[in-house]
């Protein structure tokens, strides 16, 4: 199986910036995917990266660094409806692996 | 394009009671997944379909769990006998041709097992 591990909370202020950060080990590497999940609620998808770089769409920002199994999701310009769970997920031979998640908290 | 339908979104049962779950996938996807996901847990796995077979069901614990998708499209998800443990979230995912494309949730059934 494999290894992903997130921060479980994150708090930080309107209209700021977050990073949130995930490393994992595995073999057999096809992408890395962040969906996020309100409480109650599907996880939505975010984004994927399978290159090492990183991937812009909107408010949120996807890095990824296969050599080093490290990929962060960059949240800016923080609004109160990104209080959230963040998940990282790994797919490996085109099996999809989740991170335990992190809690966003958005403070006014 | 309706998103990934579940039902029902909420069940309460009695441990080795049994209880089932519905999923209708978006339209057109090949691949349906079934996932649990434990309170405070990213979700975990259970079986994985493509069209009617079965792709991966390494995680599903096969004394109790069942699953199937007859026609390629519906799928219904089986727990015969519950366990105090099995209280979890169980979402279902589909995906347009295989494990390459992206999955997209449904809203998920809510089990708490008594």
């Known amino acids: 199986g494999q290894n992903i591990d997130q921060p479980t909370e994150m708090t930080a202020t309107e209209g700021a910036i977050v990073q949130i950060n995930c490393t994992y080990q595995t073999s057999g590497f096809n992408g890395l995917f962040w969906y996020q999940q309100h409480a109650g609620e599907a996880p939505t998808f975010l984004s994927y990266?399978?290159?090492?770089g990183l991937e812009e769409k909107g408010r949120f920002s996807s890095f990824l660094s296969r050599s080093k199994g490290y990929s962060y999701l960059l949240l800016k310009e923080l609004q109160m409806k990104d209080s959230a769970s963040y998940l990282c997920?790994?797919?490996?031979?085109?099996?999809?692996?989740f991170g335990a998640g992190t809690t966003v908290t958005v403070r006014a | 394009e309706a998103g990934v339908a579940q039902s029902p979104r909420y069940k309460i049962i009695e441990k080795r009671q049994s209880v089932a779950f519905w999923c209708n996938p978006i339209?057109?996807?090949?691949?349906l997944y079934w996932y649990q996901q434990i309170l405070g847990q990213g979700p975990k796995l259970l079986i994985q379909f493509q069209n009617n077979g079965v792709v991966d069901d390494s995680q599903l614990p096969k004394d109790r769990f069942s699953a199937e998708r007859l026609k390629g499209v519906d799928s219904t998800l089986k727990i015969q006998p519950a366990k105090l443990e099995d209280s979890a979230v169980y979402l279902c995912a589909s995906s347009l041709s295989d494990g390459t494309d992206t999955q997209y949730f449904g809203p998920g059934t809510r089990l708490t097992v008594l």
């Open positions: 339209s057109g996807h090949a691949t």
């Open positions: 997920a790994v797919r490996a031979d085109y099996k999809l692996s």
């Open positions: 990266n399978v290159l090492d």
